[in-house]
Structure formats: C-alpha cells, structure tokens
Nanobody
Framework: QVQLVESGGGLVQAGGSLRLSCAASGGTFSSYAMGWFRQAPGKEREFVAAINWSGKTTYYTDSVKGRFTISRDNAKNTVFLQMSSLKPEDTAVYYC???????????????????WGQGTQVTVSS
C-alpha cells in the first residue's frame, strides 16, 4: 500500500510559479511511474504530466508543455511538478498518483493509477 501526500499548492498571480511535491511512503517508490492530474470545479479530472520509474521518460498534456516540468527523486521518494507561467485556467486541485508500470513508457489514463494523494489546491488569479 502506497501513501501519497501532496504539498506546495497555494494562491499565485498569473505568470507566477509554484512547485508541487508529492511524498510517497509504504512502498517501493522506484517501482512506480508517477503522474499528476488536476480537477477544476465543475470539470472532469484531467491528466497533466507523467514520469516513468527512472525519470528518463516524461509526458505532458499539450496545454502545459513548455510551462510545467515533472521530475522525481527516488532517493527521497518524491515527485515534483514545477509550474511556471501559470494561467487562471491552471486553477484546480492537483493530485499525484502512482502507476505500477515499471517501463520506459508512461500512461495517461487515470484508471491505470492505483494510488492517489488527497490533492492540493492551486489557484491562479488574473
């Protein structure tokens, strides 16, 4: 059983930056691909970014490419999401999730992710 705890959310002005962290415990972190998802009020949860177990493969949804960077530190059991040039439409609850796929590939469907954090709120003001 893997427990995930996100942190780093908050209120930021448009154009600003935030760094989200997700600390994992209770499992072998390096065995999991990790993903970030978000859900805005009244909208469905959407994929944001994913990173494979080694950190060598990353993938982003088009709307965040060039602005967000996902990374991981397997020694510290933590995955990060560096968000820059934030826009009001980035406002959402951000969730990290763990996928048991140990591969060069990553998956973007939420149903593949077995474990989820409780989420952290990101609010971008215009």
């Amino acid at each position: 059983q893997v427990q995930l705890v996100e942190s780093g959310g908050g209120l930021v002005q448009a154009g600003g930056s935030l760094r989200l962290s997700c600390a994992a415990s209770g499992g072998t972190f390096s065995s999991y691909a990790m993903g970030w998802f978000r859900q805005a009020p009244g909208k469905e949860r959407e994929f944001v970014a994913a990173i494979n177990w080694s950190g060598k493969t990353t993938y982003y949804t088009d709307s965040v490419k060039g602005r967000f960077t996902i990374s991981r530190d397997n020694a510290k059991n933590t995955v990060f999401l560096q968000m820059s040039s934030l826009k009001p439409e980035d406002t959402a609850v951000y969730y990290c999730a763990a996928d048991g796929l140990k591969s060069t590939a990553v998956r973007i469907g939420g149903s593949f992710y077995e474990y989820w954090g409780q989420g952290t709120q990101v609010t971008v003001s215009s």
